[in-house]
C-alpha cells in the first residue's frame, strides 16, 4: 500500500489509504523506480537545496503565536521560553513554521507516512512489547502522509543545529547532514530491492556499535518504572505505604476532584483502541494518582496528564500519558481531508504503527471534554541524544542512523521503490538536501534572534528570561 500524488495540494486522508489494482502499489518494483525517476521532470533533485526567505508571506512568529490557540494560557510563556534557549531549541518547536515554509517550495509529489518532527532528539530509546529495548523515531505528534522529502530536510537541518549547539565546527555539521541523506538514499535502495515481508521486518543492527546510541541504551536501560516511580512521586502523609504525584508547578501539578476524576473515566474508551489481550493486561492496574505534566518544547501547552496505577504490588507502577493532540501542523498544506474531524490520537497511533517496527504496547487514543488524545506509556525505559556530549566523530555516526531509521519509517509508510528511482544512485540529491540543511538551519538561527528580541520587548526589565542568551558561537570550519 503505497501512497502518492502529483500534486502537494492533492486531497489526502490523514493516513495512507487502500490502493486497488492498477495503481503503483501492484505495478512492478521497476516500474515504480520508473515513475519515481519521472518525477524529477516536476522537481530537479538540484532544486531541493532552494530556500527563499523572500517568498515568506507570513511572519514566523505571528504562525508561532497563531500555533499557540487553545492551549493552556499560563504554559505559553514557557513555551517561548524554552524555545528562546537556543536555536535548537526554536527549531524544536516551531515545526509550524517550517511546515509553512516548506509548502511555499514546489516538491517531489511522492507521499509517504512522515514523522512530521524528525529531528535528533526524536529519536530514542523505549521498551518494546516483548521488554527489550528499541531504538527508533519516537515522537509522531505532526505524522501525517505528505512528501517524504518533507522528514528528510527537517532531520538534515536538525543535523546541523545540533552540531552548532554542541559546539562542532560548520564543516563537521555539513559532513554530519551528507551522511544522513547518504544513508537514507543508500538504505533506500536496499528496501527497493527487498522482499516486501523483509521491509517489514528490517532491524538496524550494530546500533550498539555507535557511541551515542551506545550512551542512549545505557541511560534507558537505567530509567526503570521503579526509578520513575522514586522521582515522580512521595509517601501521601495520609496514608502508610501509599505514594502520591510530587507537586512541582508548573511542570508537575497534582490534580484531584472532578478534573482527575474526568482523567480517570476516559481510560475506559482508551481501553477500546487496544488489542483484546492488552486490555486484560491493563485491566490488571489499578488508578492511585493523576496529575498535570509538562512534556517536550513544541508540546507545551497543550493538556497532558500523567496516570500512576499499581499492578501487582507497589513494586510495579505503571505510568500512563494521556497528552492532548492538536492537527499537524502539515494538515493546512497536503489536503482538505487532513483538516476533517478524524481522531488526532489515533491520526498518531496509526502513523507511528506505521512507520515503528514495534510501538509501545499501551499505545492508543482517547477523549477528554471533546478534546483528543494520546494514550501510551510515560518514560518506560526512554532516553534520547545528549546534546551538552556530542563531538563531530559522534555526530558522524549518530547521522548515519538517523538516515537508516528515517529510510526504514518512509519504506514502511510509503513507496521505497518510488522513493528510490526519485533520488537516483548519484550524490546528487544528497547534495542539495545538505546545501538546503545549512541554509535553513542559518534562517533558523535568524527567526530564532527574533523571538528573543520580541520576548525582550515584553518582558518587564527586571524579569527577562535566562534563556535569552546569546547564541552559541560558531566554529569556522
Keep these: 500500500m503505497t501512497p502518492n500524488s502529483d500534486s502537494p495540494k492533492a486531497d489526502a486522508p490523514a493516513t495512507p489509504a487502500p490502493t486497488s489494482p492498477g495503481s503503483p502499489a501492484f505495478q512492478t518494483a521497476r516500474d515504480r523506480r520508473k515513475l519515481g525517476q519521472a518525477r524529477r521532470k516536476v522537481m530537479k533533485r538540484f532544486d ?4 527563499k526567505a523572500g517568498d515568506r508571506k507570513q511572519d514566523p512568529l505571528a504562525l508561532l503565536k497563531r500555533s499557540t490557540e487553545g492551549r493552556v494560557p499560563g504554559l505559553v510563556a514557557l ?41 535528533v ?16 523515531i519516537n515522537d509522531f505528534d505532526e505524522t501525517i502522509v505528505a512528501p517524504f522529502e518533507w522528514d528528510v530536510k527537517r532531520m538534515a537541518a536538525s543535523l546541523v543545529l545540533a552540531g552548532r549547539e554542541a559546539s562542532v565546527a560548520n564543516g563537521h555539521c555539513r559532513e554530519a547532514a551528507a551522511a544522513f541523506v547518504g544513508r537514507y538514499r543508500r538504505m533506500m535502495h536496499l528496501f527497493s530491492a527487498m522482499p516486501v515481508i523483509e521491509v517489514v521486518r528490517y532491524q538496524v543492527h550494530r546500533l550498539g556499535e555507535c557511541g551515542p546510541v551506545s550512551e542512549i541504551l545505557l541511560a534507558a536501560r537505567r530509567n526503570t518504572p521503579v526509578l520513575n516511580l522514586r522521582a515522580l512521586t512521595e509517601p501521601d502523609p495520609a496514608a502508610k505505604s501509599a505514594r502520591i504525584f510530587r507537586d512541582n508547578p508548573p511542570v508537575l501539578e497534582r490534580l484531584t476532584g472532578e478534573i482527575a476524576e474526568k482523567v480517570v473515566a476516559s481510560l475506559v474508551p482508551y481501553e477500546e483502541s487496544l488489542l483484546p489481550e492488552r486490555r486484560r493486561f491493563l485491566a490488571q492496574y489499578r488508578v492511585r494518582d493523576v496529575a498535570f505534566k509538562v512534556v517536550g518544547t513544541g508540546s507545551v501547552g497543550l ?44 491520526r498518531v497511533v496509526e502513523g507511528e504503527r506505521s512507520m515503528q517496527l514495534q510501538s509501545d504496547p499501551f499505545l492508543g487514543w482517547t477523549k477528554i471534554e471533546g478534546r483528543d488524545y494520546l494514550v ?45 528511482g526519485y533520488i537516483g544512485t548519484s550524490e546528487r540529491f544528497d547534495t542539495a538536501i545538505t546545501q538546503f540543511a545549512e541554509t535553513y538551519a542559518d534562517q533558523t538561527e535568524k527567526d530564532w534572534e527574533e523571538l528573543v528580541k520580541s520576548l525582550r520587548k515584553s518582558a518587564p526589565k527586571a524579569k527577562q528570561p535566562a ?11
Excluded at 86 to 96: L, N, Q, Y
Excluded at 123 to 133: I, S
Excluded at 307 to 334: C, M, R, T, W
Excluded at 468 to 477: E, G, I, M, R, V
Design 303 to 346: 493538556r497532558d496528564y500523567c496516570v500512576y496505577l499499581e499492578g501487582n504490588g507497589p513494586k510495579d507502577p505503571l505510568f500512563i500519558q494521556i497528552k492532548e493532540e492538536a492537527h499537524s501542523a502539515y494538515a493546512p498544506y497536503v489536503g482538505r481531508h487532513a483538516m476533517k474531524s478524524y481522531h488526532q490520537g489515533r
Design 79 to 119: 513555551k517561548n521560553q524554552r524555545m528562546a534557549a537556543s536555536p535548537f531549541g526554536f527549531f524544536r518547536g516551531a515545526v509550524p513554521v517550517m511546515a509553512y515554509d516548506l509548502s511555499l517550495t514546489a516538491n517531489t509529489g511522492i507521499r509517504a507516512q512522515l514523522c512530521g518532527d524528525a529531528h
Design 376 to 420: 501510551r506509556q510515560l518514560n518506560d525505559h526512554k532516553g534520547s541524544l545528549d546534546m551538552t556530549t556530542i563531538k563531530a566523530a559522534g555526530l558522524l555516526e549518530y547521522a548515519g542512523v538517523c538516515g537508516e531509521l528515517l529510510a526504514r519509517g518512509h519504506a514502511r509508510g510509503g513507496d521505497c521503490a518510488m522513493i528510490a
Design 48 to 51: 531541493h537545496s532552494v530556500w
Design 467 to 477: 534563556a535569552n542568551s546569546a547564541a552559541p558561537a560558531k566554529k569556522k570550519a
Design 121 to 136: 532528539r526524536n529519536l530514542g530509546a523505549y521498551a518494546g512489547p516483548d521488554g527489550r529495548l528499541v531504538f527508533d
